[in-house]
Structures are given as structure tokens and as C-alpha cells.
């Protein structure tokens, strides 16, 4: 299985800024890469899948890049706002199909 | 139904006592998943099923957590003789299939408190 990184000190940023966030993995790259979105008390949300031979994805404010010689996919929220407030999870796959999920990254958006 | 159902959503239970959670997850998703999750800590991998295939039981702390999916569909977390460490939210998610990346669809969890 992989080892997965996330800073694990929440990211405090200013309404409008753009929020960055790492995830590492240490031992083989991944087929995909995938970023979810946890609010409290709530079950994770599916937010982008990238896979090994795409470099970067985008949807609306989201941007995701996947650097498999890094071992690293960062995460980006342009245009932060208080609603994107939440904890932000990236997945690997573990192997025989099942998902290994890093700790996540806290966000806080301050208007 | 419309998304990955969870049952009960909140258990106080006795320490030494047996439970059962049970997740109902999207019709037609052959892949379904049980992570544990402490409270501010990560996804704990659990167990992973995927069709009639054995399931993938590695992530199961202990031989007093087991769990078994009937038809297919619905699942159960049985865990026994319940310990104050087993206090967490209990995670289903269900995927179409989990080889190609699929999105796991996850529910709201089934919160565990042991006293």
C-alpha cells in the first residue's frame, strides 16, 4: 500500500486568495489520483480524477496537477471563498481496486 | 436509492456489547467499501468487496470486526465485544466498479460511541 502525505496544520486563507494543497506518495505512481471534500459530521464528496498521464484537470475553481517523477498532485481553489471552507482528502489507489485515502488537509476561508 | 444509505446513524452502545451497522449502497454499484474514521483523523481502510469476488478483509483491526454483503448489495459491519477504542464514524461507499477510478459515492456514516 502507499504511504500518503497531507500537511496536516488547516490553511488559513483569505477570501478571494488561492488555496494550495499537497499530496505526496511514496511508493509506486498511481494509475489516478483522486481529490474528495469533507465537511463536518458529512461523509466525503468526489471532487476531480486525474490519472497518470493527464498533467492537470480542471473544473470551475478547481485545479489539479499530477507530477508522478514528484510523486505529488497539488490542489488548487482559485477564488476562495468561506463556502469552500471544509477538509480536503486525496485518494490513491491501494491496490486490487480498494482506495487509500491521505489524513486531509483543513481549509479555512476568512472573509 | 438515490445514494449510499446508512443505518443508524447514531449508536451509544456498552463496552462488551455486540453491533451491527448496515449500509444499503447505490443500485447496480458492484463495489462497496467500510472505512473507519476517528474523530480528526483520516479514512481507515477497512474491507472492500467487489461482486462475487472474496473481499478484501486486510484493513480489520481485529477478528471481533467482520462484516459480509448479502445478494450483492447490502452490508453489514458486524463488530463484537465492542471496546471504548471502536468509538468512530463507520464509512460505506459504493462505486460502479472500483478498477478504473470510478467515484466512490460515500454515506453519511453510522456514528459509534462506546461507554
Known amino acids: 500500500s502507499q504511504k500518503i502525505e497531507q500537511n496536516s496544520e488547516a490553511l488559513n486563507i483569505q477570501e478571494g486568495k488561492t488555496a494550495t494543497l499537497t499530496c505526496n506518495y511514496t511508493?509506486?505512481?498511481?494509475?489516478?489520483l483522486q481529490w474528495y471534500r469533507q465537511d463536518p459530521g458529512r461523509g466525503p464528496v468526489f471532487l476531480l480524477l486525474?490519472?497518470?498521464?493527464?498533467k492537470e484537470k480542471r473544473k470551475e475553481r478547481l485545479k489539479v496537477t499530477f507530477d508522478t517523477t514528484l510523486k505529488q498532485s497539488l490542489f488548487h481553489i482559485t477564488a476562495s471563498q468561506p463556502a469552500d471552507s471544509a477538509t480536503y482528502l486525496c485518494?490513491?489507489?491501494?491496490?486490487?481496486?480498494?482506495?487509500?485515502f491521505g489524513a486531509g488537509t483543513q481549509v479555512v476561508v476568512t472573509p | 436509492g438515490a445514494g449510499v444509505s446508512q443505518s443508524p446513524s447514531n449508536k451509544v452502545t456498552e463496552k462488551g456489547k455486540d453491533v451491527e451497522l448496515r449500509c444499503d449502497p447505490i443500485?447496480?454499484?458492484?463495489?462497496l467499501y467500510w472505512y473507519r474514521q476517528s474523530l480528526g483523523q483520516g479514512l481507515e481502510f477497512l474491507i472492500y468487496?467487489?461482486?462475487?469476488?472474496?473481499?478484501?478483509k486486510s484493513g480489520l483491526p481485529s477478528d471481533r470486526f467482520s462484516a459480509e454483503r448479502t445478494g450483492g448489495s447490502v452490508s453489514t459491519l458486524t463488530i463484537q465485544r465492542t471496546q471504548q477504542e471502536d468509538s468512530a464514524v463507520y464509512l460505506c461507499?459504493?462505486?460502479?466498479?472500483?478498477?478504473?477510478?470510478?467515484?466512490?459515492?460515500f454515506g453519511e456514516g453510522s456514528w459509534l460511541t462506546v461507554v
Open positions: 461507499a459504493s462505486s460502479q466498479d472500483s478498477l478504473s477510478g470510478n467515484t466512490i459515492y
Open positions: 468487496f467487489q461482486g462475487n469476488s472474496a473481499p478484501d
Open positions: 511508493n509506486y505512481s498511481p494509475a489516478y
Open positions: 485518494a490513491l489507489p491501494g491496490g486490487w481496486g480498494k482506495l487509500q
Open positions: 443500485s447496480g454499484h458492484t463495489a
Open positions: 486525474i490519472r497518470e498521464n493527464e
